[in-house]
Nanobody, 114 residues
């Protein structure tokens, strides 16, 4: 089971990035799939999670700016991040949950300059 995240990079404040997460292996079509992030000196926190049925949960700090989507057919999730702020700087981790088992991908670094 692997979760492969990509799409991070350096962007100026107000810019946009799109993160992708592809799942391979036996965790086909996770019950829940989405993103967490961990900023410098901070704890890992929820960004957005989406169920296989389409229910979405966003962190308050990203509502209206970030949009999560997923394609269940190939277990892929995307995070469209608009109006980025310096405080969005973090390592973003893809997370999948299936049958109560939690899977993490490696982080992809997002750096937002002011």
């Amino acid at each position: 089971v692997q979760l492969q995240a990509s799409g991070g990079g350096l962007v100026q404040a107000g810019g946009s990035l799109r993160l992708s997460c592809v799942v391979s292996g036996s965790i086909f079509n996770p019950d829940l799939m989405g993103w967490y992030r961990q900023g410098p000196g901070k704890q890992r926190e929820l960004v957005a999670m989406m169920s296989s049925g389409g229910t979405v949960n966003y962190a308050y700090s990203v509502k209206g700016r970030f949009t999560i989507s997923r394609y269940n057919a190939n277990s892929t999730a995307f995070l469209q991040m608009n109006s980025l702020k310096p405080e969005d700087t973090a390592a973003y981790y893809c997370k999948g949950i299936r049958g109560g088992v939690v899977y993490w991908g490696q982080g992809t670094l997002v750096t937002v300059s002011s």
